[in-house]
């Protein structure tokens, strides 16, 4: 006879409290791979290439997944979630930002010499900084340059400062000129055509051309292949989906593997509850949505501030309260932030636990 | 010839990134031992105990700096942070917290067994968990009953309830009486006052008094000892201070012992300026204040957002602006929040790079 849900899943709270206390972020294996499995194919139906970034899981178990799903290589953020990943056989990879910190300190050098890395830069000065480091490690270093189509983040802002950087990458030895980055914002894809074509243009008069063109982010799920020219989508939330994805309207709560386990530990007044999770477990990343994360349990709950270890629940708005000792299940905001907070997360297919995943590249600020 | 300050200042961050690359969260171990120095002093002149809250620091090295100035014993937030104390040697650990995942998973039980342990609760449930762990372990339990005097967070709202627990304990073998927890609301004092002198001669009457009555925070040093009745007071943020303890008056911009160095990667207009160091290195714990961080060499810049490994500056208000490949020094706004980052601490005693100490305790949960 088949247990009732409900009952199987305190069945699963109980046994998260006693094999690793709360609170405790555990994923779920079975939602991990259908997740995979949806962003490869977004890509693979408009002729992309699937470059997840791996900035949101920090686990090559997970990366390796993607691989194995289809991905033909992977973004990283930092030189150090790169290591990380090479570490553990993974060689195709763009590190998607201006990398001056690793540059100095040798680590890119380094790196360079055990694999041939894709980087990227938006000034001279980065590189400069590149060739030096591809000179050390003697090895040609290929090169996207970051375009900025309105995101007002890192980035050129012109098609012109790509021609120049190009030409710089075009006259050193030790740079090879592969690409472009793009990020663009949601409603950024017709400026981003424009910027291309001109860039395009530039390049060819350089007689360059860009062997990828990449677009990147889950939201951008929306516009994935509107890009005429683009050659491979990164995105990285997607893997495991959050709040923010649902407000963007690219997941469904059913998308969301990971949950944070966390118990009520205090009830001071009837409309007030405390869980164990704080700022040091969810993060402060609120992200323009009404409180800190969402109790499946108890919808209705606000998670209305955070201390570092303690998450102030409203429960002005439930019918039905949690007790003190309750586990609840709480969906962050940005899961991103959230995983980068600690070292494993806990691994469940359904209602049994089946693993314990490191977040082996957690933390890696260079 | 001594050098000049800047250049001095510049040597170092040449040594930081070199030898670290960036962003890099340096402490000033000259400026931590002044600030201990500080906070025993107050507590000192108060006739206090003095148990520094290690939330801040995470660091067994760090907590013995203050014992070693004569503090009587440690605060820990978590189970996780007391076993890596205990681990390194310390004893007199108050956990500030109802403990109901670490009772669950059996780690309270452990530790308990290992050393006395100073627990804390608000409601009947964390003290069936307790005196449980301390039959498990065979040790009777030290407890502190958590009272709120207006910070509605955790802690029993009524001297009524203290004396309720109170009773529960001293009918249980297996749990000790030892005292009460406050965290009073700076403008709180009074009420925590009179919530003392009812709870005192509830416990009288019971034929049991209060060991350890304890105060706590950093921006509560402005009213130590205002308590007619307090023991020892807990203090976290002092060490390293933060804008926050600035904006609260009891720290100046020369006693933040910590600063995160980072490099500006990125120029994309005459306004606006990228830090390699985002959500991930400063967090998003804005705490009230405007942007997330303070640059000392260009203190009219704003850090208006974070990405996750990007700080978006605004440079509008600066006559000078920083170039591409310059490292800046941040102060954060919340320093608790900021350590628990990193795996690891560098050290400096003026400009002299002298340690790295690891955050030992970093991440801990549960």
Sequence with gaps: MTKPQNELIENLKQNIIKNFGTPCPVIDLDIVQTNINHAQKLCDVKGLANR????????PVL??????????GITCQKLGEAEVMVDAGITDIIIATN???AAA?????????????????DNPFSLAA????????NRVMDVLIECDTGRHRAGVVTPVEVITLARIIKNDPMLNFVGLLFYPPLNGWSQTQEFWKKTKEGLKSLGMSAKIVSTGGTPNFQNIGQLDGA??????????NDLMMIKAGVAKFEDCALQVFTSVVSRGAVDRGILDAGSKTLTSDQSGLEGFGRLLEYPNA?????????????????????????????????VCVAVNMVDQLVAVRGNE????????ARGMLV
Tied chains: 1, 2.
């Design 105 to 121: 300190s040798g680590r890119l050098t380094s790196l360079q010499r055990r694999i041939s890395l894709k980087v990227c830069a």
């Design 353 to 360: 636990i089946v693993d314990v995943i490191p977040i082996a």
């Design 99 to 101: 990398l001056l910190g």
């Design 231 to 240: 050659t491979e989508h990164r995105a990285g939330t997607c893997i495991f």
């Design 52 to 59: 997840p970034h791996i900035k949101t899981h920090k686990s």
């Design 302 to 334: 606000i998670i209305e501030k955070l201390a570092e270890e303690h998450g102030f629940l409203d429960l002005s708005k439930c019918l039905n309260k949690p007790n003190i000792g309750d586990i609840v299940r709480v969906i962050p905001n940005h």
């Design 130 to 137: 590149y060739s030096e480091a591809a000179q050390q490690a």
């Design 63 to 72: 990366a390796k997944m993607q691989i194995a799903a289809g991905a033909k």
